[in-house]
Each structure stands twice: as C-alpha cells, then as structure tokens.
C-alpha cells in the first residue's frame, strides 16, 4: 500500500496561472479531505469529499476547485493563482465508519504539495 | 461551531524532562478529540484520540492526554521526552455526525539535549 500520495512534492506559480495538485489512495477510503498549512494558522480545510461523485467546501474553499470522479483521486484545481495561496496543501483521507455517528478511523495524510505563486 | 485552542504556540524542554502541550475547546455538543504528530517535512499522523470511555487516553510513542469535560481541556503529556519527540504538534475536534476535522494552531516541541 502506497496510502495517499501526493504530486507534485513542490511547485511555483505565477500569479495567474492554474495548476492541479494530485491525490491519490490506495485503500479504498471514502472520505477524503483537502488542507492547506500556513505558518501559526494550523491546517484549514478546503474542500472535502465523503465519496464518488459527492464534494462539499470547507472553511477556505475560495479559489479552488474539486471533483471526485472515482474513489481512489481527488484533485484540487487553482484557476487563477494568487500570492495568498502561496502554502502547504495536504490531501487526507480516511475509511467510512460503521457507525454513522462515531470517528473511530484516522485520517491518513499524504507528504504535501508545497506551492509557492509569486 | 467546535472549534480548539492551542495556548503555546512553542515549548521548548530538555531531553527527559516531562511535557505538557494545552488544547482547550469549544462546543456545545458532544465532541470526539484527536492529538496529531507531524514530523519535519512530513504529513500529520495520529497520537491518539478521545471518542468516549476512560478520560484518560493513551497514545503512541509514551504520549496521553485527559479529557476534562469541566475545564474543556484535552491537554498532552509525556512523563520523559527524547530527542526525537521535537515536531509540530495538533490538537483537533470534531462532533458526532460531522464528518470534518477541525485543527488547532499547532503547538511546536523543541527538545534539547
């Protein structure tokens, strides 16, 4: 099992200019999540999926873009790059729980896209 | 809205010595409370977490923590740290039913020989 794997591992943007992160999991999670990290700022959310075809904004969605065509990837698209969205993204994911009203599955993190739109 | 506060945003200690990260939050629900670990130019990973039961939960790699319902605290402890504990650490919340995380600031743990 490779678990969430994220591309690419760096990349700089021009202001302007759109690019997609990558995600990926391999083990068959219906969850999965965007974040982004900022120093002091801890991790926000972006955008979040809870399956195939089915995704929701966080508390940070503006600027970006999802979809969740199959179970196992969830790219997160910047159209117009803006300094602001210069960060850390993370891709996690995590299994469906039993019991629809516990959390007892943690989330898997992948490795991290730094960007840097300049 | 759940939400966690991180009170320190660095802690610096030696090699040894015994640790305490804070986190307190707010929700009028129920709450399910998560500490994460994330290592230099790593993803986060999970330490532990409080669903229901025992008040006090006990992770990987010595850490625990105690869920204080009245003091609205979910604080982190480690009796003796190494070296190798020195990483950003994040508390985090979530209800029942809710399918999002809500994290903390982070809490940076600086061990020094």
């Known amino acids: 099992n490779a678990g969430v794997t994220q591309t690419p591992k760096f990349r700089i943007l021009k202001i302007g200019q759109s690019m997609t992160l990558q995600c990926a999991q391999d083990?068959?999670?219906?969850?999965m999540y965007w974040y982004r990290q900022d120093p002091g700022m801890g991790l926000k959310l972006i955008y979040y999926?809870?399956?195939?075809?089915?995704?929701d904004k966080g508390e940070v969605p503006n600027g970006y873009n999802v979809s969740r065509s199959t179970t196992e990837d969830f790219p997160l698209r910047l159209e117009l790059a803006a300094p602001s969205q210069t960060s850390v993204y993370f891709c996690a994911s995590r299994v469906r729980d039993r019991e629809a009203d516990s959390y007892n599955s943690p989330l898997h993190f992948g490795n991290g896209t730094r960007l840097t739109v300049t | 809205a759940q939400s966690v506060t991180q009170l320190d945003s660095q802690v610096p200690v030696f090699e040894e010595a015994p640790v305490e990260l804070r986190c307190n939050y707010s929700?009028?629900?129920?709450?399910?409370l998560f500490w994460y670990v994330q290592y230099p130019n790593q993803g986060l990973q999970l330490l532990l977490k409080y669903l229901s039961g025992s008040t006090l939960v006990k992770g990987i790699n010595g850490f625990e923590a105690e869920f204080n319902k009245s003091q609205t605290s979910f604080h982190l402890r480690k009796p003796s740290v190494h070296i190798s504990d020195t990483a950003e650490y994040f508390c985090?919340?979530?209800?029942?039913?809710?399918?999002?995380?809500?994290f903390g600031t982070g809490t940076r743990l600086l061990v020094s020989p």
């Open positions: 929700s009028s629900v129920s709450v399910y």
């Open positions: 999926s809870v399956g195939a075809g089915i995704t």
């Open positions: 083990m068959n999670h219906n969850y």
């Open positions: 985090a919340v979530t209800r029942t039913g809710f399918q999002k995380l809500v």
